[in-house]
């Protein structure tokens, strides 16, 4: 595979940047600055700088919505509408929230529209954290006994849901019934320590052909794997921690990855001196469009 190199796309100074998502309906990416509870949102043909909002705590991840955009704020899931700033609403509660401090971290939708999303240990530590999906009005455990809940993505054929818990270094696939939701019993997939990669697995994305693309936080490096696990590629970063990537632009060719400042003092900081931006790199292979999120109940406002 031959790729292009990574370049700055825009040069932001963000303390843990988050969840890029690519609308091709409305040909905009979307992420998050966790720590901040900023939201973004870009349109990278227009020449403007991204709109930011404040969601008053910190947000792990976003999702697309019929009717807006799901944010997995620390205490819970709302429902955002389009254009941003507007009208919001709770849809669920987190679980782990008051009892542990756990707060909602990666996720993203199904190509049924469940909005699967997981946690992380408060003190990033314990596996005290959990796998969820939205569905009907409810958020429904599945996987307990997780540390940081990262990298959960889809295969093009959708048999397969990939997902890993940080902590590990490795990566997990289950097999997957689209239609139920049902996952089967996990394999490790991929061993970042059998491949000798630095850093952990965070955020990932799945291109058309089937290749898992995961940022390696700690690691300053993305990389790709084909549907068999084997590494096909790295691409080197100007800072320690990329956190994930997303497939956007007209075409789907443009693979965006956000990044961190958190957990880098004042050396390294001199040293990364474009840490917290968001980059971007042309891509040989599409990535797939993001599956919306339903629900029954539109919201109000929305666009």
């Known amino acids: 595979m031959t790729e292009s190199t990574i370049r700055v796309a825009l040069d932001l100074d963000m303390s843990l940047g988050e969840s890029p ?3 091709v309906r409305h040909q905009t990416l979307y992420w998050v600055d966790i720590n901040r509870g900023h939201l973004y949102a870009w349109r990278p043909q227009s020449g403007d700088a991204p709109t930011v909002v404040e969601l008053g705590e910190k947000v792990g991840c976003i999702a697309l919505h019929r009717d807006g ?3 997995a704020k620390a205490s819970g899931i709302d429902r955002l509408a389009l254009p941003l700033g507007g009208r919001h609403e709770r849809l669920v509660d987190n ?3 008051q009892a542990r401090g ?3 971290n990666d996720g993203r939708c199904d190509a049924s529209g469940r909005f699967w999303v997981g946690t992380i240990d408060a003190d990033e530590t314990h596996a005290t954290a959990a796998l969820y999906h939205l569905e009907g009005g409810a958020l429904h455990p599945r996987r307990s006994g997780i540390g940081i809940a990262n990298g959960l993505a889809f295969s093009p054929d959708r048999r397969w849901l990939y997902h890993t818990d940080s902590l590990t270094r490795r990566i997990q696939r289950y097999p997957f019934d689209v239609e139920s939701g049902d996952m089967g019993s996990p394999e490790t997939w991929v061993d970042l320590e059998a491949h000798g990669l630095p850093g952990v697995p965070d955020g ?4 058309s052909d089937g290749n898992y693309w995961s940022a390696l936080y ?3 490096h993305v990389v790709c794997f084909s549907p068999r696990g084997r590494l096909l590629s790295s691409h080197a970063l100007p800072c320690q921690h990329p956190t994930m990537v997303a497939f956007g632009g007209a075409d789907l ?3 965006y990855i956000t990044t961190a400042t958190q957990h880098l003092d004042d050396e390294e900081r001199k040293r990364w001196p474009l ?3 968001l980059f971007s790199m042309a891509a040989s292979t599409p990535g797939q469009p993001e599956p919306e999120c339903v629900s029954s109940a539109p919201l109000a406002g929305a666009t």
Request: hydrophobic share 50%.
């Open 275 to 277: 840490a917290g931006s």
């Open 102 to 104: 756990n707060r909602f």
């Open 69 to 71: 955009l799901l944010a």
């Open 21 to 23: 998502l690519w609308s």
């Open 218 to 220: 700690g690691g300053g």
């Open 95 to 97: 679980p782990e929230w």
């Open 253 to 255: 060719r443009t693979l």
């Open 204 to 207: 990932a994305a799945v291109d």
